[in-house]
């Protein structure tokens, strides 16, 4: 729900502030079409904005939202479960309401609680709050980043924003790259908290950003509120049973649904062939008097397309199932170039593209809210990289798991898999191994850094984007941990804010003003999935076991018996149709001008490696190439729309 931006200055503030906060909240209409609400203090340099998305409280929900005689202001993105018990105990406590907003109830728990209130917080939220007797103001995220928000510091004063561009839109921002960053999109993995831009940083999942002033400057903390714990080794309860966790996963997963169809407006599904969405609309189903609308993607390639099990599982459900099947025509093109704009990063697949269509699908069916699936595979050891580790590490009969894994998931190879070995000392030495999910991508690192321009490659010679990674890990979240839960950690860490929850989530669904909510990510429901003992979450060869038991009587047979398969769109090899899509973003993003003009990579080394791509027919290989591929385009496509200030929609030409 809706979109958050503004900026605190040391000094009052300018004559026309209200025109550039006006500008910033117009670059992220798109997360809240129903309206603006805007706070300016001059004398305390303090401008707000919020762009609304209606969904709670369609009436009286407009913000920003002020409590205790306008001592504290308030503007919020996302949603506050299990606001309407917490809003009742307040008010018998003696707070009052304003609006029935579930957004409100922030307020009152800082008034009672001060900088606690946070863990008073269930749900996906991105937050600014300003203390005007403290002169304070707190920029505050989710515990697993689900919700995004983005800020950046001068000398003048910190300006924030739910998406860079609204940070971009103020006119004393300079937009540049970062060296690093552009490492770190080429190779698909971030350093929490960075991104492709110089000096603009995201607050991380789980943290608050505190904000003091003391005689016009600013005392700026960052404090972690929350982060996932998984027991040491000797620390779990070994005398409960699997029966014990497959019933509290289903009272937790039952809470957490339930918690996330409550809305004034119609919530859909989210319904891929996987036991993660399939779960979810099995809940709802259940939950909701009338037939559960259900969206469905389908790709024109029988490898990657699991719509015939979704279209089971609608029938199953009796939900109003609305697929839509899409070819290169939909994934490339300017969908590809609109898409990119709104992740404000790099993608490996056109899976991120695929999901933008959906949630234009979903927003011209009338609905603005969907619950998904995302976060199960991180907290019940669902994806292949999770497997294999466990299998390396833990199993004596390793070799035939390995065997049958790495032949269930061949096409994977390349990219979210890597198709040998690979080690790296900053990795063994924090984690103990390197984790498998990594492999691919430091292997994808090597062949895309040689490509980057002399002078960029000399100003990052010293610069180990691996070890950067490993280094922002806690080492007191890893020591003594099993293997499952060091890999299931360092993923949670890194992938799944920079990827599921990025361009597989909030960015692409926001972009057509339509609110995501990941049940599996509701930090109760975390914390049980932490306690499963790992031989429990991998049972043998079968990934989500625990998931699997839960939720068997709501899931077709085929897939509670089905090994988890990858959500991913065709790669742009596997048709010639998707050959010729992406010529034409080569055409257009990798010409000679356009690459001597950004100065980002070699021009003869890139045109050698697109060459020798178009000649490749290695399937591991080519599987590589296009992700490193997707991620060059992408970064032409950054520069010209961020970098070259030329932020509205682009055509080819």
């Known amino acids: 729900m809706c979109g958050i931006t503004g900026f605190w200055l040391r000094s009052p503030l300018p004559p026309k502030a209200n025109l550039q906060l006006m500008q910033m ?34 009436e009286t929900g407009e913000q920003p939202l002020y409590g205790q005689g306008n001592e504290f202001v308030l503007t919020a993105n996302g949603e506050f479960y299990d606001y309407k018990r917490i809003r009742t105990s307040l008010r018998l406590e ?23 209130f946070v863990h008073h917080l269930r749900g996906e939220f991105a937050f600014a709050l300003y203390d005007q007797k403290e002169d304070r103001l707190i920029l505050a995220r989710d515990r697993f980043g689900i919700k995004p928000l983005f800020y950046h510091i001068d000398k003048k004063g910190i300006y924030y924003g739910s998406e860079i561009k609204s940070i971009f839109a103020h006119p004393d921002v300079e937009r540049q790259f970062s060296s690093e960053g552009i490492l770190h999109q080429l190779m ?50 070994s005398s409960k049973s699997a029966d014990y966790f497959i019933e509290r996963v289903k009272e937790e997963l039952v809470d957490a649904v339930s918690l996330r169809l409550e809305a004034d407006v119609p919530v859909g599904c989210y319904l891929s062939g996987g036991i993660d969405s399939c779960s979810m609309l099995g809940l709802a189903s259940s939950m909701q008097q009338s037939p559960v609308k259900a969206f469905t993607i389908g790709f024109d390639n029988d490898s990657y397309d699991e719509s015939s099990i979704a279209r089971e599982m609608a029938h199953v459900t009796q939900a109003d199932q609305e697929e839509i099947s899409l070819d290169a025509n939909d994934l490339y093109g300017n969908n590809y170039i609109t898409t990119m704009y709104h992740a404000e990063r790099t993608f490996y697949n056109t899976l991120g593209v695929a999901k933008y269509c959906m949630s234009k699908r979903v927003n011209e069916c009338g609905y603005r809210v969907v619950v998904t699936g995302e976060g199960s595979d991180e907290l019940f050891g669902g994806y292949p990289a999770f497997k294999k580790d466990f299998f390396l590490h833990q199993m004596s009969d390793k070799h035939s798991h390995l065997a049958n894994m790495d032949k269930s998931n061949s096409i994977f190879k390349g990219a979210i898999l890597s198709d040998k070995q690979i080690s790296h000392p900053a990795l063994e030495s924090v984690c103990g191994f390197t984790p498998s999910w990594i492999q691919s ?112 009587n709501v899931l077709p047979e085929v897939l509670y018996k089905r090994e988890k398969f990858a959500f991913m769109a065709p790669p742009a090899h596997t048709s010639e149709s998707k050959k010729m899509a992406v010529r034409l973003l080569i055409n257009r993003f990798l010409d000679t001008k356009s690459v001597n003009h950004a100065g980002i990579f070699d021009l003869k080394r890139l045109k050698q490696f697109l060459a020798d791509y178009e000649k490749d027919n290695d399937p591991v290989s080519l599987v590589r190439k296009d992700a490193l591929l997707n991620h060059i385009i992408g970064i032409h496509i950054l520069h010209e729309q961020f970098v070259e200030a030329k932020m509205g929609d682009l055509e080819l030409v």
Request: aromatic content about 10%; charged content about 25%; hydrophobic content about 40%.
């Open 94 to 116: 003696g707070f009052h309401f304003k609006t029935k907003s579930d957004s409100e109830i922030a307020l009152p728990l800082y008034q009672k609680y001060g900088l606690d």
């Open 441 to 552: 991508w430091i292997q994808t690192l090597a062949i895309a850094r040689p490509l980057l321009n002399d002078d960029l490659q000399a100003e990052l010679k010293d610069y180990d984007p691996i070890a950067a990674i490993a280094e922002s890990f806690d080492q007191d979240q890893i020591k003594n941990r099993h293997v499952l839960d060091v890999s299931q950690y360092t993923w949670i860490k890194t992938m799944l804010e920079c990827q599921i929850l990025n361009w597989g989530g909030d960015r692409v669904d926001m972009a057509n003003s339509m609110e995501s909510r990941p049940a599996f990510l509701d930090h109760n429901l975390a914390q049980l999935a932490t306690e499963i003992p790992p031989e429990m979450r991998i049972n043998g060869s079968t990934e989500k076991w625990v998931l699997r038991e839960a939720m068997k």
């Open 188 to 237: 698909h993995t971030m350093v929490p908290g960075t991104t492709a831009f110089k000096d603009v940083h995201a607050i991380k999942p789980g943290y608050m950003l505190i904000i003091q002033k003391r005689n016009g400057q600013f005392d700026i903390k960052e404090h972690q509120y929350w982060d996932i714990n998984f027991p040491e080794k000797g620390e779990r309860d």
């Open 25 to 58: 909240a117009m670059r992220i209409r798109h997360r809240g079409p129903d309206g603006f609400g805007y706070h300016l203090d001059d004398d305390a340099g303090l401008a707000m904005a919020h762009a609304r998305l209606s969904i709670i409280d369609l």
